[in-house]
């Protein structure tokens, strides 16, 4: 079991940046793709970034490419996402995730991340 916890949401204003962290913990924590999500109330999940496990692969969605850089430290089993030029659509909880098998492809499903964490709200004000 692996156990994932965010950190460094916040109440920001537009323009500004932020740095979210995810520490895992438990078996396997630092063998699989991991990724981030975000979800607003009454929308579908989204995704957002993922890593491979030698963080050598990135992948961003288009609504975040070239303001998100996702990033990740094995030796501390954690994973951030740097969030810059952040917009008031960008308002969301952000969900980090990581899978238990490796897989090269569908990155941006949900549906194949095994371990979420509880979630960091970040607010963007205009």
């Known amino acids: 079991q692996v156990q994932l916890v965010e950190s460094g949401g916040g109440l920001v204003q537009t323009g500004d940046s932020l740095r979210l962290a995810c520490v895992a913990s438990?078996?396997?924590?630092?063998?699989?793709?991991m990724g981030w999500f975000r979800q607003t109330p009454g929308k579908e999940r989204e995704f957002v970034a993922a890593?491979?496990?030698?963080?050598?692969?990135?992948y961003y969605a288009d609504s975040v490419k070239g303001r998100f850089t996702i990033s990740r430290d094995n030796a501390k089993a954690t994973m951030y996402l740097q969030m810059d030029s952040l917009k008031p659509e960008d308002t969301a909880v952000y969900y980090c995730a990581q899978r238990d098998y490796h897989r090269g492809s569908d990155y941006d499903d949900g549906e194949t991340y095994a371990f979420w964490g509880q979630g960091t709200q970040v607010t963007v004000s205009s």
């Open positions: 438990g078996r396997a924590r630092d063998t699989y793709a």
């Open positions: 890593i491979t496990w030698s963080g050598r692969g990135t």
